[in-house]
C-alpha cells in the first residue's frame, strides 16, 4: 500500500515513509496494489506512474544482479546465468542491500545458500554434493573479493628467510579456509575463460594473503591449516607445534626441523606473504 495523508505529515515523516514504501516496492513488486504508485509519484503524457515505477524495479533488480555476478562469477558459471539470478532474486528479497556501498552486497550469500538449501533436514552424508559445493565456492569466491580490498601490509618491509620466528606473525590480509572441494582450480579454470567440470569430494586447505596488491593462494595441508589457525588466534610458534603433534603424534622436534628447512613451509609462508615481521 502506498502511504496516506502524506500531505498532513511532517516533511521528514512524509520522506521516511515513502523511502520504506519504495524499497518495499523494488524488492516485492508483485505486492503493488493497482492505483498506488499514482498517489505517490506523477506519471506523463508517455509514461504513467505504474510503468515509471516498474522501470526502476527491473533496474534495482537488474544493477544488483550484476554487481552479484561480478563477486561470484565462479559461482554464476556453475549455476548458470539463469539459475544463479533466480537465487539472487531470492537473496536480495529476503537480504536487501543494507550499506551505502555494494561492497557488502553477497557477505551473507554463502550463508544463505547453506540456510535455505532444499535438503536442509536431511543428516549431512544424505545431502546433494553439488549443494555443498556451491556453497564452499561462494565462500572462497567471497573471502578472495574481500582480500582485494582488506588492508594489508604494502608499504612496510616485509620478512626475509632470515626473520625469527619470535619477529613473525601472519598478516591481517590473510585468510585460512577449509573446503570440502578443490575450489582454487575450479575459480582459476573459469576466470581463464575454460569450462571446467565440477570436482569431486576432496577436502582442500588454501592460505590466501596479499602481497604488493596481489593475491597469493597457497594449497596447505590439514596440518598446516590447523597451525596457522593457532598463529592466527594469537598463539605462538611451539603452540602450533604442540597441536600439530597433538593431531598426528608426530615429535615437536622433528616438526621444527621440518619447519625450519630450506623450502619449507616456513620459507614458502615467507616469500607468499603469509608470515610478515611483529609489529
Do not use: K
Amino acid at each position: 500500500m502506498a502511504p496516506t495523508n502524506l500531505a498532513s505529515r511532517p516533511a521528514l515523516e512524509q520522506l521516511a515513509e515513502t523511502q520504506a514504501w519504495m524499497l518495499q516496492a523494488l524488492r516485492f513488486p508483485q505486492q503493488i496494489e493497482g492505483g498506488s504508485a499514482e498517489r505517490l509519484f506523477a506519471g506523463s503524457e508517455n509514461l504513467s506512474a505504474r510503468a515509471g515505477l516498474a522501470i526502476y524495479q527491473r533496474a534495482f533488480f537488474l544493477r544488483l544482479a550484476d554487481c552479484m555476478r561480478l563477486q561470484f562469477p565462479a559461482l554464476c558459471h556453475a549455476l548458470g546465468a539463469e539459475l544463479f539470478n533466480a537465487f539472487v532474486a531470492d537473496y536480495l528479497r529476503d537480504h536487501p542491500p543494507e550499506s551505502h556501498t555494494l561492497y557488502d552486497l553477497g557477505r551473507r550469500f554463502a550463508g544463505y545458500l547453506e540456510a535455505n538449501r532444499p535438503d536442509r533436514a536431511q543428516e549431512p552424508e544424505n545431502r546433494e554434493v553439488w549443494i555443498d559445493f556451491m556453497v564452499d565456492l561462494a565462500t572462497f569466491e567471497r573471502q578472495v573479493f574481500v582480500l582485494f580490498d582488506s588492508p594489508g601490509h604494502e608499504g612496510r618491509p616485509y620478512a626475509s628467510e632470515e626473520t625469527p620466528d619470535e619477529a613473525l606473525v601472519i598478516q591481517r590480509c590473510c585468510a585460512l579456509g577449509a573446503y570440502r572441494f578443490a575450489v582454487a582450480p575450479y575459480y582459476h579454470a573459469v576466470r581463464a575463460g575454460n569450462e571446467p567440470s565440477l570436482p569431486p569430494y576432496q577436502p582442500t586447505f588454501i592460505a590466501m594473503a596479499r602481497r604488493d596488491y596481489v593475491t597469493q593462494m597457497v594449497p596447505i595441508s590439514a596440518q598446516q591449516y590447523a597451525f596457522l589457525n593457532i598463529l592466527a588466534q594469537g598463539g605462538s610458534f611451539e603452540d602450533g607445534f604442540a597441536e600439530v603433534a597433538q593431531q598426528t603424534g608426530r615429535d615437536t622436534a622433528i616438526l621444527r626441523q621440518e619447519w625450519s628447512a630450506p623450502g619449507g613451509a616456513r620459507s614458502h609462508w615467507v616469500r607468499a606473504g603469509i608470515l610478515v615481521p611483529r609489529g
